[in-house]
């Protein structure tokens, strides 16, 4: 794209001041920021200009359908069999959302690299590959990973990764790529400038890790090598199970196109999304979507009729992502502060609210798909989030929770 064609497409949308300090620029600055230019996504501006409304929910009703821990149990030698099988035929792959930061735990590093150890180094990044570790040995299978990283951190983490030879992952089976960027925008939607060569973006939330995938060639890269499902996990749970053979196995015996791992809720207060049905197919709602008379609300045996908390760890079938790629996904616009070049060219930092930022979640892919399992786990054994350096779902609630399950740190 040149100066002319940037031009003409900012005039179409009203976003002429992304080129105010062209021609302070130098010639490398000015075909960075072209670039950048040709890359946003227009579209998404329309939501700035509705005030951030975002669409109704459906009808939200109870799950009904889901595997317990006792029924679990009592199926695990199939369940697993059928999972080490597919496993072993490489049909199945697992895909880390790493691209945030470590700032809410005082790092200026990306969260993965985070060291949790008490005694010695261990890292967060280490103790999930250990844990995918777990499953090679299992199967005698290594499984492909995906790691996605953002613009900030893909250097740091690559290298990372590099320097501590991928804690003994075979590197083959590893790929790196970057997920994609949203504008910033203004309230009345103009895209703000960061710098005068670089337009304000944020990563487009959990839920652009397909088209990410995509259009990295990964997925092709995956379907190619025979990869049927895909299981996305966040970077923030040390205990947690990936390509687990017992999960991918329920979910195949089951016939569905995607399944969640979940816990039941600590209370009903609990501030965790809740795999659920909307207008009859599988949704999530979040905490404070829920109506006090939800909240609360019991089945017959007396459990909570919304009790199954999401824990960011979801299995999906290739195809039917395929299917419904073409399917909008929402667009939930989040107000932030964000730092912008004022009228003079000087940097902001704002100390409120100034704009929106553009995010789609990976909650929103399961009401894209036919159905969902939801396959409860043991929260002690499955479920330690580290959010915060201290208190709930922190450093030291993950520590506690790794030496229950016998990790020496």
Request: hydrophobic share 35%; aromatic share 10%.
């Amino acid at each position: 794209m040149n100066y002319n064609q940037a031009e003409e497409l900012l005039k179409q949308y009203n976003q002429e001041q992304l080129l105010k300090y062209y021609d302070e620029l130098s010639p490398e600055q000015k075909n960075s920021l072209l670039r950048q230019i040709e890359e946003i996504d227009f579209e998404l501006l329309k939501f700035a200009k509705e005030g951030g409304a975002e669409g109704e929910k459906g009808v939200i009703t109870p799950l009904e359908d889901a595997v317990s821990i006792e029924n679990i149990k009592a199926n695990q030698e199939k369940y697993t069999k059928i999972g080490v099988d597919a496993i072993q035929h490489g049909k199945v792959a697992a895909l880390l959302l790493a691209g945030g930061m470590g700032t809410r735990l005082g790092s200026d590093k990306p969260k993965g690299m985070y060291n949790i150890g008490k005694t010695k180094d261990i890292y967060i990044f280490e103790m999930l590959i250990r844990n995918l570790l777990d499953v090679v040995h299992q199967t005698g299978a290594w499984i492909p990973l995906y790691i996605m990283t953002s613009e900030k951190n893909n250097e740091d983490t690559v290298r990372f990764f590099e320097e501590k030879d991928y804690f003994g992952y075979d590197k083959d089976y590893v790929d790196f790529f970057v997920q994609e960027m949203a504008p910033a925008a203004s309230y009345d939607g103009k895209i703000y400038l960061e710098e005068k060569d670089r337009i304000s973006t944020s990563p487009n939330g959990n839920g652009g890790w397909f088209i990410s995938f995509v259009r990295s060639g990964l997925c092709e890269k995956a379907k190619k090598a025979g990869v049927e499902y895909i299981n996305i996990f966040a970077v923030d749970n040390v205990c947690q199970r990936m390509a687990d053979p017992c999960f991918v196995g329920a979910t195949i015996d089951g016939g569905y196109c995607s399944a969640a791992k979940v816990v039941s809720k600590a209370s009903p207060e609990e501030k965790v999304g809740v795999l659920c049905l909307e207008d009859g197919r599988p949704s999530i709602v979040e905490y404070y979507e829920l109506t006090e008379e939800m909240r609360y609300e019991k089945r017959k045996n007396g459990e909570l009729a919304y009790k199954y908390g999401v824990i960011l760890n979801y299995l999906f079938r290739i195809k039917d992502l395929e299917k419904n790629q073409e399917e909008n996904m929402a667009i939930h616009v989040v107000e932030k502060k964000i730092p912008y070049l004022d009228e003079n060219g000087n940097k902001v930092t704002p100390e409120s609210e100034n704009g929106y930022k553009f995010e789609t979640l990976v909650l929103d892919m399961i009401h894209m798909m036919d159905n969902c399992l939801a396959y409860e786990v043991e929260r002690e054994k499955e479920f330690a989030p580290i959010k915060n350096k201290t208190g709930v779902d922190s450093v030291e609630s993950a520590q506690k929770l790794l030496e229950y399950n016998g990790v020496v740190l």
